[in-house]
């Protein structure tokens, strides 16, 4: 018989294997801000949200002239024009890595040039070395494909550095790729060309590519060098992925790109196969790629730098003012736009993870951050730096009231190496993050459904932790709907809460 007896359509196993942990994390907190106090969202990685960074004027101007000529309206290359390339070409072109033209693939954001290098390496029965804590999309990715990531351990006590020894003893016969996100979410951390080149040498010594999450390239506070991964060694074959999205201040444009640093025709198979795996979408709209060639070569370096001090300013001032707070120990970033937080847990007895202690400061001072688990670490919470220099004071104002209410023993002033390594998780855990927003509209798996603007667009939802919240295998056996989930809620991205600040 041809055809089926029932409308049995099933998506695909790859559909089903990609999904969002960090959004179920966050739909199963319970996010619910005090009554009395202004919702201060620390938690949200879209630095335009709060209206204090702006793109730049010439940046906004080149956009508007690029849809006034009129030439940007048609069909181009599937890896972009070859201007757009150009530009970019001799924007990523640093001493010891050339770019060419040819060399690069535009996408549609950084996060689709990281899909692209994942489907281009990664098979089934491969693995990928992610960083622990990470941007958990990498896992998301290779998970589709049944290519299993490996985290390698960032050492908070030497500012985020890659525990060397760990990552090499993480190689073996499976290994496809290294990712190296630098700087980095979550940490904020920029490695010295020292560092890297430490980390070339053993890609180089297996001979595995390195994938290169350089969306913060150039996006680090005063006294402090950012070297791509590619500059460092001569023979290290790097994809290395950059866009306008953070440095420009304009994730919803969706630009971003692939620069291939074959070294030795290593990556000549797989240049040609990214170019032909960007044919399934078409690269990124070419009204950004027409005005793609002014926003690289004429923004003003002032706005760069106002950017970044304005951050840093953050940085310092939350620094120094987590510092005080008995029972957390900030991590100084060097760039990037976050902060991470080491909460003394022995200090917190009334929490027992990071997550408890997160939606507790919600609860009480309506400040939310998001838990380390969102970046496979326990014990940690990340501050977004981004907010208004306002918003940072009072937000840690309420935070210090909150550790003070909370804390019990001494301050620990030292960062204990025994008790970091024990925040290290280590089992493997398969976490990732596309939207890092809160989400207050509840989930399917506590009954409520997510399908249009209804739930709790504007006023925080008070959801309670229930049994389902605790215990989704009773409501769920099967485990189907969790998986499922991130695909019914494809939207769910509209949905970003109007977080006001004071
Ligand atoms: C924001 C971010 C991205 C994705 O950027 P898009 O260009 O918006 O896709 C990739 N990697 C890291 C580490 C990020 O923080």
């Known amino acids: 018989m041809k055809g089926r007896a029932t409308w049995d359509v099933r998506a695909t196993n790859f559909a089903k294997k990609t999904f969002n942990p960090i959004r179920d994390i966050v739909e199963n907190m319970n996010i619910t801000p005090h009554p009395d106090k202004p919702m201060i969202a620390l938690s949200i990685g879209d630095p335009t949200v709060f209206g204090n960074l702006r793109p730049a004027e010439s940046v906004v101007d080149a956009v508007v002239d690029s849809v006034r000529s009129g030439k940007n309206n048609g069909y181009v290359p599937a890896t972009g024009t070859l201007q757009a390339r ?3 070409a001799e924007y990523m072109t640093c001493p010891g890595a050339p770019v060419e033209a040819k060399d690069v693939i535009i996408c549609s954001g950084c996060s689709c040039s990281l899909d692209l290098c994942v489907s281009v390496l990664c098979s089934p029965g491969s693995s990928i070395l992610v960083p622990r804590p990470g941007f958990p999309l990498y896992t998301t990715l290779a998970e589709g494909f049944g290519c299993t990531s490996k985290y390698y351990n960032l050492l908070p006590e030497k500012n985020w550095q890659v525990d060397l020894v760990h990552l090499e003893s993480l190689v073996d016969d499976t290994t496809v790729a290294i990712v190296i996100n630098n700087p980095s979410n979550p940490c904020g951390s920029v490695f010295p060309k020292s560092h890297l080149r430490a980390i070339a040498d053993i890609a180089v010594k297996y001979k595995i590519p390195i994938i290169a999450d350089e969306i913060y390239d150039n996006f680090v506070f005063e006294g402090e060098e950012y070297h791509p991964i590619a500059s460092v060694h001569p023979e290290l074959p790097v994809l290395a992925c950059g866009g306008l999205t953070k440095r420009f201040l304009v994730p919803g444009w969706r630009m971003g790109w692939i620069a291939v640093h074959d070294r030795n025709g290593a990556m000549q198979e797989v ?10 979408i078409i690269g990124s709209n070419t009204i950004v790629q027409g005005a793609l060639p002014d ?3 004429k923004t003003p370096q002032s706005f760069f730098d106002d950017t970044l001090k304005q951050i840093q300013v953050n940085a310092r001032y939350c620094y120094e003012s987590v510092q005080k707070m008995p029972g957390l120990t900030p991590i100084l970033p060097q760039g990037a736009m976050y902060m991470m937080v080491r909460i003394n847990m022995d200090e917190f007895p009334e929490f027992a993870t990071d997550l408890e202690f997160v939606e507790a400061m919600v609860a009480e001072e309506s400040v939310f951050c998001l838990p380390g688990k969102c970046f496979n ?5 990340r501050i977004v730096l981004t907010v208004p220099e306002e918003t940072m004071k009072v937000a840690c104002q309420r935070m210090t009231s909150f550790c003070i209410a909370h804390h019990t023993g001494q301050k620990q002033t030292k960062i204990h190496e025994d008790s970091i390594s024990n925040s290290i998780q280590t089992e493997e855990p398969t976490i990732n993050e596309i939207d890092e927003s809160p989400k207050t509209n ?15 667009m504007h006023e925080p939802t008070h959801r309670r932790i229930n049994e389902l919240d605790v215990e989704p295998s009773v409501k769920n056996p099967t485990g189907m709907n969790e998986k499922l989930r991130s695909c ?3 939207n769910v991205d509209d949905l970003v809460d109007d977080m006001e600040c004071d």
């Open 377 to 381: 670490i326990k014990n940690f919470f």
């Open 271 to 280: 240049l040609g196969c990214l170019r032909t795996l960007s044919q399934r």
């Open 86 to 88: 150009q530009a970019i």
């Open 442 to 456: 509840g989930n399917s798996a506590n009954g409520y459904h997510i399908n249009g603007k209804t739930n709790g």
């Open 295 to 297: 926003i690289l070569s």
């Open 488 to 490: 019914e809620d494809a």
